[in-house]
């Protein structure tokens, strides 16, 4: 009987020599794990989540795209019309053998001017175009010798002479390689009369040159000029078209 619960003793003092030290073994572990995961929990990435930089004002204004400020003229200019310039008349007539009307043309490539204009964009001292009236061709003689002699009266007043007193709407400094569209007005001296006259430009400015078109319009009466009668013409309307196709050089004005 005292064997028996010697034995008994016995068993229950291994079991829980065995459960302290399952126990102490797990504690082992779980201290193991802690300490492995707690040294990954102190690396610099992990103490702090990562930062959105977000630009700063200073930043925003070095890379947002500000526009172009046009600055003044630094110098006046001259424009100068060059030799593949030409003008040409337009005269709406209706001729003998012919059904419908059609337009009479005379081209002359006589032409002499400049505009000067100040820093400003304004017109500075006489600016002026000038066209030998002989010099004008069209598809008839005949109608030319009668606009030198009846019309023009050449004799008297061999030239026409326009100065340039103003100009609107032309963008200042004038900006590179775009179209242009502007109104330049001044006195036109033909026939011994003067008159204002308007002329509608559209041009194109590029790497120093300045080409379009100018156009304006009056009537023989403004100038008191003879209405061409030929016996080949029916029928003349009291217009004049004037057209003229420049291709200017812009240089410092000196």
Partial sequence: MATNKSAASYEE?????????????????????FLVTGCQNTSPESKSPKQ?????????????????????????????????SHIKYLVREQL??????????????????????????????????SVDLSTFKSDSARRDRYLQRQTFEIDKY??????????KGLQWPLPNSENLSFQITGDMTLHGETRTLNWEVLASHSEGKLAGTAKTKFAFDDFNLDIPNLFFILDVENEIRLELIFDAAIEPYQ
């Fill in 13 to 33: 003092m291994h079991f829980n020599i065995r459960m302290v030290l399952d126990f102490r073994f797990i504690l082992g572990i779980c201290g193991l794990i």
């Fill in 52 to 84: 959105i930089v977000v630009p700063t004002e200073q930043h925003a204004k070095t890379v947002t795209a500000t526009p172009t400020v046009l600055t003044p003229q630094e110098e006046e200019l001259r424009i100068t019309i060059g030799p593949n």
């Fill in 96 to 129: 003998a053998n012919r059904d419908l009307p059609n337009d009479a043309i005379g081209v002359s490539k006589e032409l002499f001017g400049f505009l000067s204009l100040k820093k400003d964009g304004s017109i500075k001292d006489e600016s002026v175009i």
């Fill in 158 to 167: 061999p030239t026409v002479r326009y100065e340039i007193l103003d100009v």
